[in-house]
Structures are given as C-alpha cells and as structure tokens.
C-alpha cells in the first residue's frame, strides 16, 4: 500500500467515525417520528432541520440534568452503560459506512463485530436488572428472551461468510463482492445473510424505552445515544451485505466518496422509514412480532449455506 492509500484509508475512516457518531440520534429520530405516525399517534410539528437538531438539544438538555438512582444499585450497574456504549461504539467503527478498505478493514471481523453488539445488549440488560425495579426486571427478561431466539441466525451468518470467502472478515467478502458480481450462488448467501441481520435488527426495535424507563439525567442521555448508535450500525451491518456495490473503495480518491456517501445517506433515510413502520405496526400485524422476526432470521440464514456452497463450485 503506498503512502496516498494509506492516507486516503485513514481519512476515510475518519470521516466514516465523524458520520456515524452525528447520524445515530438523527436516524433514531426519523425511526420514532415514522414509528408515531404509523401507529396512530400525532408527531410533533417541526421541518426536516428540527429532525435533524432536535435528538441532539434533547441530549444536551438530559447532560444538565442531575441522574436519579436508586439505592439498591451497584457500582457494576452504574459502569455497565459505559461497558454498553463502547463495545456499541467500536462495533459502529468496524462496520463499513460508504467505503470499504478504510485503516480498520483488517479487524472488522464479523464474529467480532457481531460479539460487541453481543456485549452492548448484554451491558444494557444487565444495567435494567441492576435498577431493582419490577418493570426493568421484566424488561430485562424479555430482552434476554429475543437475544437468545437470534444467537441461532447470527453464528449461521459467520459460518456463511466463511463459506463464501474462506474467511470471516466483513471487508473482504463486501470487497469480493465489490470487485465483481462473481457466481450468483454467492451473491444471493450475501444477501441472505444481509435480510438475515436484518431480521435480526428489528428483534431489538423498540425495546430502548422499557430499558431506560428507570434512568435520568445523563446516564439516560448516554442509555439514549447508546441504543441510537446500536440501531445505526445494524443498519450498516445489514445493507453492507444486502449492497456491496453501494460502497466504494477508500483508497480510490475523494471524487468516488460523494456517490457513495449520497446511498449512504438514502440507506440510512430508507432505514429509519422502515424501523419506525415495523416498530408502529407491530402490534397490528402478527408476522412483525419478535418472536415471528427471530425465527425469519433463523429461516434465512439456513437457506444462506445452500447458495453459498452453489458459489463455490460444490455439488
């Protein structure tokens, strides 16, 4: 790699981390707005640019406020939404954006990737069980119950990557992907495994304010902020698979970044339509219930290996 390709690579990254960290509350706020609407409710009056502002002024609003905790708490309860955030965060840094070869591409394994968002949701039920309280206790259980339907579908997505590229870094299978349409057995497992982590996003839609009901002040502001950048990076997670041709390369100049960065932002807009419709529907229409979405995961990650092995060759 010359040194303009490894400058380019890292300002790509830079870039991607500036994106992620601003558009987290934004794409959770569409989510909400969709999500009111669609289940009958009257959303706040406000153009796109309030849309836009608002998530953030609600958090610095909660960052002045002094947090409320209960006495039964432990000090491990009270680390467990930072424990959450940062393993969200770093998930959010591995996952490509826009582009694909940026400086983390040799780390952004899916296994691990798919381990910290592990970890993030398991800081947060933990730091709802910690609050002592019936309804976050209950929270917490139910939140366990559809991680646990999910795990199935998400070590499946893993042993379908391996299939498909012999390894199971992200980068590159979406630049294998990327490079060329190659068999159409292995561009279907690809995005098999995108619905699947798709399928698998929406089991955990919704479910940030019966996990925050019991916090305040910053540490909700925090518990806010880290559920936004969860959302965002399944999101990334997913339509990476679902449409590798939509990134670019990092390392091939800033003119490739603005059309790549425009279907980032139509993605993300897409995104957020979509999660607010299953969140305000889902009470309405049977086949959006969690339970319901854990087991389409689980149904397309098990088709996923079939066209996988089509794509390289096998009988």
Not at 43 to 64: C, D, E, F, N, T
């Amino acid at each position: 790699m010359t040194v303009m390709a490894l400058l380019l690579a890292l300002l790509a990254f830079v870039l991607h981390a500036a994106l992620v960290l601003w558009a987290a509350p934004v794409v959770g706020a569409v989510a909400d707005r969709v999500a009111m609407m669609t289940g009958g409710g009257m959303p706040s009056a406000g153009g796109l640019h309030l849309l836009v502002l608002q998530p953030w002024r609600h958090l610095r609003r909660l960052m002045g406020k002094s947090p409320l905790r209960g006495r039964g708490g432990s000090s491990a309860g009270e680390v467990a939404p930072f424990v959450a955030l940062a393993a969200t965060l770093a998930a959010s840094m591995l996952t490509p954006s826009f582009a694909i070869g940026t400086v983390t591409a040799p780390a952004a394994d899916l296994p691990a990737i798919l381990a910290l968002l592990g970890l993030a949701r398991a800081a947060r039920v933990f730091g709802a069980m910690d609050a002592n309280t019936a309804a976050s206790a209950a929270a917490a259980i139910a939140a366990s119950r559809r991680t646990l339907l999910v795990v199935p579908a998400c070590l499946l997505c893993c042993a379908v990557l391996f299939l498909v590229d012999g390894g199971t870094n992200l980068d590159a299978a979406l630049w294998a992907a990327h490079a060329g349409p190659g068999l159409p057995g292995r561009v279907m497992a690809l995005v098999l495994v995108g619905l699947s982590l798709a399928a698998v996003a929406l089991t955990g839609a919704g479910e940030g304010p019966s996990l925050t009901a019991e916090r305040s002040g910053p540490d909700l502001a925090m518990a806010l902020y880290q559920g936004a950048a969860e959302r965002l990076a399944w999101i990334d997670l997913a339509s990476a698979c679902l449409l590798p041709q939509a990134l670019c390369d990092a390392r091939s100049g800033l003119l490739w970044w603005l059309p790549a960065l425009l279907f980032w932002a139509a993605r993300l807009l897409l995104a957020g339509l979509l999660l607010g419709a299953a969140r305000g529907l889902g009470g309405l229409l049977p086949f959006l219930s969690r339970r319901s979405l854990a087991g389409l995961a689980l149904l397309l990650a098990l088709l996923a290996p079939v066209f996988a092995l089509t794509g390289r060759g096998l009988p």
